[in-house]
Nanobody, 120 residues
């Protein structure tokens, strides 16, 4: 069984910073890509950023230059550093991992989500 556990959400003022973490645990053979998605109330879940095992990154246009995704492969952990935050960044942030489990089956896994609120 594989679990993704997120941490680091909370309330921040406009212009402030937060750092999200997501650790994958359980029966994991290998992790391909990891990433962050977000869902605001009444909206669909959208991609924020992804990172491959080799370190290639992809960002939504709305966060380029403000957010940075990174990964600690040895810890099966992905991070999202969010700077210069705006009220429109308010959403539930979900961690995602494309990985192969201990039986060699490749699948997509999601964390439970962490609330991020940007407000004065």
């Amino acid at each position: 069984q594989v679990q993704l556990v997120e941490s680091g959400g909370g309330l921040v003022q406009p212009g402030g910073s937060l750092r999200l973490s997501c650790a994958a645990s359980g029966s994991i053979f290998s992790i391909n890509a990891m990433g962050w998605y977000r869902q605001a109330p009444g909206k669909q879940r959208d991609l924020v950023a992804t990172i491959t095992g080799g370190g290639s990154t992809n960002y939504a246009d709305s966060v380029k230059g403000r957010f940075t995704i990174s990964r600690a492969n040895a810890k099966n952990t992905v991070y999202l550093q969010m700077n210069s935050m705006k009220p429109e960044d308010t959403a539930v942030y979900y961690c995602n991992a494309d990985l192969s489990n201990g039986l060699g089956r490749r699948d997509n896994y999601w964390g439970q989500g962490t609330q991020v609120t940007v407000s004065s």
